[in-house]
Nanobody, 128 residues
């Protein structure tokens, strides 16, 4: 069974930084997409950043480009999200997710529909 587990998050003042980590287990790490999504009450889950575990192609939402950096440590089945210059609108529950192997659809890397396995989420709060 594929499991993904987030860590990190917390509260920070606007302009600050946080780092999120996600570890996947239960299957081979290669050949899939790993993504970060965030959600606030009453809103749909929004794709923030995604990475192809084979090849390393990266995708960002326009709202975080230049501020967030996604990376991976394939040897540890781990994905990271460095979040800098945080804004209050970055607040929300952040979820790590992965597709099935070969389940990453081109041009849909930030769409929650293609992700099969989800973590429990970690809260990020940015105070103004």
């Amino acid at each position: 069974q594929v499991l993904v587990q987030e860590s990190g998050g917390g509260s920070v003042q606007a302009g600050g930084s946080l780092r999120l980590s996600c570890r996947m287990s239960g299957d081979a790490y290669s050949g899939r997409c790993m993504g970060w999504f965030r959600q606030t009450p009453g809103n749909q889950r929004e794709g923030v950043a995604a990475i192809r575990t084979t090849g390393g192609a990266i995708h960002y939402a326009d709202s975080v480009k230049g501020r967030f950096t996604i990376s991976q440590d394939s040897a540890r089945n781990t994905m990271l999200l460095e979040m800098n210059s945080l804004k209050p609108e970055d607040s929300g529950m952040y979820y790590c997710a992965t597709t099935t192997r070969s389940g990453c659809v081109v041009r849909s890397e930030l769409s929650h529909h293609v992700y099969r396995f989800w973590g429990q989420g970690t809260q990020v709060t940015v105070a103004s």
